[in-house]
Each structure stands twice: as structure tokens, then as C-alpha cells.
């Protein structure tokens, strides 16, 4: 098994940002003219280097309607820049196996193997959603 390569990193760095960037435009329709601006300041910061709050959370504060799937996919590219950052990226979050760079070329905010993520998605599926 091996790691990504610098190369791998690199390609799937742009992913992410291509993904962030598709999912942000989705959103466009949704801001007001307040949001887009503050967008546009979020969109030239640089991924994964913080700031007081993710580019998910600023999303999830502007309060748009409709936007829980774009959210929720925004704040999987997010987790996956910290990873980056923290050196964890690439690591079966559940099992710590090396999850195989042709996965995260394919899937670039995977969080875990293959094995890890059919067995979480069968839990969840069972658990279900909470009904208000
Ligand atoms: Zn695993």
C-alpha cells in the first residue's frame, strides 16, 4: 500500500478546490448581496488555512435555505484540507489503514478505506435520520 504522491496531492488539491469552488457557485443563486461579497472575500482565502471560521460555517451562518447537502459536501472538502495540513490526510479515519491514492483520486475528501465506508454508510443507513 502506499501513500499519495506529491503528484496525487497536488491533482486532488485541485479537486477539492474545483469541487469547493462548483459548490459555492450552486449556492450563488441563494446569496443575497451581503453573502456574495462576503463569498468573494472566502473564495480568495486560501483552503484550509483557517481563519476564526471554515468556509462551511461562514455557508451555514449566511442562513440559506435549501443548501444542507452543498453544506454538508463543503464541510467534507474542509475536513479534508485540515487533514492535508495535519499530515492525517490519505489515513482510514475509523480503521488508520492507508486509504489507496486511485480512492482519493476518485473520491478526493474520502475519509476512509473502502471496507470502513460501505460498513459506516450500512450503520447509517439503519440509524436513519432524526425526525423532528
Ligand atoms: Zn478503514
Excluded: Y
Amino acid at each position: 500500500m502506499t501513500r499519495p504522491s506529491r503528484e496525487d496531492l497536488g491533482k486532488i488539491t485541485l479537486m477539492l478546490r474545483d469541487r469547493q469552488k462548483a459548490l459555492l457557485e450552486e449556492l450563488q443563486a441563494e446569496f443575497d448581496e451581503r453573502g456574495t461579497q462576503q463569498l468573494i472575500e472566502l473564495m480568495g482565502r486560501e483552503p484550509g488555512d483557517g481563519g476564526d471560521v471554515s468556509l462551511a460555517d461562514a455557508v451555514a451562518d449566511m442562513n440559506i435555505q435549501r443548501a444542507d447537502r452543498q453544506i454538508h459536501e463543503l464541510r467534507d472538502i474542509d475536513a479534508a484540507f485540515a487533514r492535508m495540513k495535519s499530515g492525517d490526510f490519505g489515513i482510514c479515519a475509523d480503521c488508520g489503514a492507508e486509504i489507496p491514492p486511485q480512492r482519493l483520486l476518485a473520491h478526493p475528501a474520502a475519509k476512509r478505506c473502502m471496507a470502513c465506508q460501505q460498513r459506516h454508510e450500512r450503520l447509517f443507513a439503519q440509524e436513519g435520520r432524526p425526525k423532528l
